[in-house]
């Protein structure tokens, strides 16, 4: 009777997943054959589109060094924000998990909100702040650090800053919920066998977050790989990664084979780097277990 | 009991007329019932004067007015990708989106002037079987008269004028894709020595100017005026009259293009689209965006400039867009209107893109 219960309630799961699994194989992955398919035929100009199999957008894209420039940057880009989002988000990330007062619910509560305004706006702030007469201007320009106004419009550092301030927030949440999972009593345990506090984060916090970090990497990476919002306007119309390139290449130049030729190659990037992340991460851990 | 007969016939009588009036005021009030007419144009300022000056009339007729927002380019990639279904009835098309490519893909259909009284006001030239002139728009150099003072640079005259160490980094450019960018490219590359089919003095040019940006939206314009990013920038004099109301002391120039011009002329002009199903409204709204009120009013807020003559007449009296745009008809004719025919789109934004990201 109870084996008979237990097999009801997997079932009931599996059903609960159909919708789930539904929606991502007709909407995402439906949406991503569309492009992938069309990207095989010939622009004719003007929005049409060739009725024969054809490559040569492929052949355009990897043989023309602006294409392959700009792939180059996508990654560049992404890679240094990506970056500097765990350099800065991981100690806000452990200071939160860490924290006993009734602050840290509401710093987390402040980063959520912070999180889900919407990107324009955040971008737009950025562009204000760093403005000539902006206030980060003012203070680097009276501090006697510039001569005359920094900015960052129409530069890759501008790009960069503009995706860590989209991923920084979902960045700080990822690695917040990998360092719940790690005991306080392995850094006490560590500090009390005499690990200074440098040591016990390095051998101790370190290894053990690495999955995490892992995980909430390749997400902040996907995210700015994807991300058009802050290229398109720090980029100031001058830094082209490939969502702005298929931008134009869709409103602009009509050519929908083309823009779906990037669109492919962006997401087999994504997927390639994705798979050596995982790939890399599991040797280390595995050459790790041999040493151990 | 005759008494009463009368008294009856009397109020019968009224109720019939009465009915008969509000009748007649139904059926006038009613000519556009339960149509909903979908215009595909611009948010913020030019929607909201449709929706102040157009929509009240409309719905006084009995219909509703929709917008579908967006560039033309993005609607006419709405058009495309609907292989001509449009989700609009009427469509803001640009200068740069040429008629022949709507018209040989069954994409519009033809205006019918018989009921356009505005028409009347417009020039040859400004409305044909497929399309009619809704506005223009001059590009120029707007500049902040303050900074120039204060850095000794003079007024320029041309765009090579901006060419300056002073103003390195301080000059914005509309990027090729903004509603005036393929306009303002023309330009450059006219005064730089080439034309539509020799674009590369144009993009010489553009590389020595040194810009902080390449825009992509005309309010971006006026946000660097205010924040001191930009003392310069090339964009249709519409926007300096918004800095300028804003608040920034600004000037436009209408630079020397070779021997003969004087500015760039940009048209926006309305279309039909072929799926509509409300010709009747489509054509009456038409009309409307050339009535002299609704232009002059328009240009005063927006900063283009009218089609309609009576309202580009009156425009002169309103000494802003006196001092910033040309108003004189012959100085309008003398303004740089690039051919599109020449033009190969597609070569265009290839070598601009390769050119403005330095490779």
Redesign the interface.
């Given at each position: 009777m109870s084996h008979r219960k237990k097999v009801n309630m997997n079932t009931r799961w599996e059903l609960v997943l159909l919708p789930s699994l539904i929606f991502v194989v007709v909407l995402i992955a439906g949406s991503q054959y569309v492009f992938l398919e069309g990207s095989f035929y010939k622009d004719l100009?003007?929005?049409r589109v060739g009725t024969d199999i054809d490559v040569s957008n492929y052949v355009r894209f990897f043989t023309d060094?602006?294409y392959l420039?700009?792939l180059w940057i996508t990654v560049k880009t992404a890679a240094l924000a990506t970056f500097f989002t765990l350099i800065l988000g991981f100690p806000v990330a452990y200071l939160i998990a860490r924290m006993r007062s009734r602050w840290s619910m509401l710093l987390l509560a402040g980063i959520v909100v912070a999180t889900f305004v919407t990107i324009v706006i955040k971008v737009f702030g950025l562009?204000?702040i760093f403005?000539?007469?902006?206030l980060i201007n003012k203070f680097l320009m009276g501090v006697g650090i510039v001569d005359t106004?920094y900015?960052i419009?129409?530069n890759q550092t501008g790009v960069v800053v503009g995706l860590m301030h989209y991923t920084l927030g979902f960045g700080v949440l990822l690695l917040y919920s990998v360092i719940q999972t790690i005991p306080r009593s392995f850094e006490e345990a560590a500090q009390i066998h005499g690990a200074s506090r440098w040591r016990m984060h390095y051998r101790v916090l370190l290894p053990l977050s690495i999955p995490g970090i892992t995980i909430g990497s390749l997400m902040i990476f996907n995210m700015s790989m994807g991300a058009f919002t802050s290229a398109?306007l720090l980029g100031?119309?001058?830094?082209?990664t490939l969502p702005v390139?298929i931008q134009?290449t869709?409103?602009?130049?009509?050519?929908y084979s083309m823009a779906g030729t990037l669109s492919a190659v962006l997401l087999v990037t994504v997927l390639l780097i994705n798979l050596l992340a995982i790939i890399l991460i599991r040797r280390f851990r595995a050459a790790r277990l041999v040493i151990a | 009991m005759k008494h009463s007969i009368k008294f009856n016939r009397t109020l019968l009588s009224a109720a019939i007329i009465s009915l008969g009036v509000s009748f007649a005021s139904v059926s006038q009030a009613g000519e556009f019932d339960g149509v909903t007419l979908k215009v595909a144009t611009w948010g913020g300022s030019w929607k909201e004067n449709i929706i102040t000056k157009i929509a009240p009339k409309f719905e006084a007729l009995g219909g509703t007015l929709e917008f579908v927002t967006g560039s033309p380019?993005?609607n006419?990639?709405k058009l495309?990708a609907g292989r001509g279904k449009a989700p609009f009835d009427v469509m803001e098309v640009m200068d740069s989106q040429e008629q022949e490519?709507f018209v040989t893909?069954d994409f519009i259909q033809k205006i019918d002037y018989k009921n356009m009284s505005n028409v009347a006001h417009l020039q040859e030239g400004q409305y044909n079987d497929w399309r009619i002139a809704s506005w223009h728009t001059q590009e120029s150099i707007c500049f902040n008269r303050d900074k120039f003072a204060e850095l000794g640079i003079p007024t320029p005259t041309t765009y090579a004028d901006l060419i300056n160490p002073k103003l390195a980094?301080r000059v914005s450019i509309p990027?090729?894709?903004s509603g005036g960018g393929m306009a303002n490219f023309g330009g450059i590359a006219h005064a730089a020595g080439g034309d539509e089919t020799n674009i590369k003095p144009g993009l010489d040019l553009i590389k020595q100017l040194n810009?902080?940006?390449?825009?992509?939206r005309g309010g971006e314009v006026v946000?660097q005026f205010q924040?001191?990013?930009v003392y310069a920038s090339i964009v249709h004099a519409g926007w300096c009259v918004r800095a300028r109301n804003a608040g920034v002391n600004v000037a436009t120039v209408h630079p020397v293009i070779g021997d003969k011009a004087v500015g760039v002329h940009k048209y926006g002009w309305l279309a039909i689209m072929k799926s509509s199903e409300n010709v009747k409204a489509a054509n009456w709204f038409l009309n409307e965006y050339n009535d002299a009120d609704f232009q002059l009013e328009y240009a005063r807020k927006s900063g283009v400039v009218p089609v309609n003559a009576l309202a580009l007449k009156a425009l002169s009296s309103d000494p802003v867009s006196a001092e910033m745009l040309q108003l004189n008809p012959a100085d309008i004719a003398r303004q740089l209107r690039v051919d599109y025919s020449k033009v190969d789109?597609?070569v265009w934004?290839d070598q601009w893109?390769?050119s403005?990201?330095?490779?």
């Open positions: 100009g003007l929005g060094s602006f420039n700009t562009m204000i403005s000539a007469d902006g106004p900015t419009i129409g398109a100031g119309g001058r830094v082209f390139l134009r869709v409103m602009m130049e009509v050519k | 380019a993005s006419l990639a495309i490519f893909n980094g990027d090729i894709t810009a902080l940006k390449f825009w992509s946000t924040s001191g990013d789109k597609s934004m893109n390769r403005v990201s330095g490779q």
